[in-house]
């Protein structure tokens, strides 16, 4: 079974710019989770959705970030203008229902200057 | 602001030492308490998990301990090996695996 593939794996840009991360969950996940992990912490969920619904978006800095789950199996995630304190690691994860073990891609590192 | 606390940040230890990290929790309807593992470029893997019903779960070389009247629990890890060497997190949450908080990791560094 493919585990949750996320793209790209690194990437670098400027303050101000926007920035995207795609994920693909593991085939017949329904539920979808992106994390936000400041090197030094553990992740912080940002958003949760439920097949293409949102379940919980409280940690989601909504006036820079957004996300959606079209046809509830990919996701894509954006930052719109980046500020520094935006540079993490950008981890998503899969499960079966919001009852099952969460399985993690490998994350996007971003790095703003 | 619900919070995990995990210590210690870092731990050094000999291979077939026993580490062991813990963590401490505030609220008490946290009913699902994970370990995940994490090596450097990878997501977190989930390494053992124990609801309150139970003081001790052991799976392979891996124990968790659970304190509820004191809010706390711990991992063990026996007989530790070099490849063991990773960050280690604890989570708890609420009704399920959905809606985890994460301790801050600690750095498991187990020497040859």
């Known amino acids: 079974e493919a585990g949750v593939a996320q793209s790209p794996r690194y990437k670098i840009i400027e303050k101000r710019q926007s920035v995207a991360f795609w994920c693909n969950p593991i085939?017949?996940?329904?539920?979808l989770y992106w994390y936000q992990q400041i090197l030094g912490q553990g992740p912080k969920l940002l958003i949760q959705?439920?097949?293409?619904?949102?379940?919980?978006d409280s940690q989601l800095p909504k006036d820079r970030f957004s996300a959606e789950r079209l046809k509830g199996v990919d996701s894509t995630l954006k930052i719109q203008p980046a500020k520094l304190e935006d540079s993490a690691v950008y981890l998503c994860?899969?499960?079966?229902?919001?009852?099952?073990?969460?399985?993690f891609g490998p994350g996007t590192r971003l790095t703003v200057t | 602001q619900q919070q995990v606390k995990q210590s210690p940040q870092s731990l050094i230890v000999q291979k077939g030492g026993i580490p062991i990290i813990n963590c401490a929790y505030e609220n008490t309807a946290f009913d699902y308490f994970p370990w995940y593992q994490q090596f450097p470029g990878k997501g977190p893997a989930l390494l053992i998990a124990i609801r309150p019903d139970v003081s001790e779960k052991k799976e392979g070389r891996f124990t968790i301990s659970f304190n509820k009247s004191a809010k706390q629990f711990s991992l063990h890890i026996m007989d530790s090996q070099p490849g063991d060497s990773a960050t280690y997190f604890c989570?708890?949450?609420?009704?399920?695996?959905?809606?985890?908080?994460f301790g801050k990791g600690t750095k498991l560094t187990v020497n040859p």
């Open positions: 085939s017949g996940h329904a539920t």
């Open positions: 959705f439920q097949n293409n619904g949102v379940v919980d």
């Open positions: 994860a899969s499960s079966r229902t919001r009852l099952h073990e969460q399985y």
């Open positions: 989570a708890a949450s609420q009704g399920g695996s959905e809606k985890l908080v």
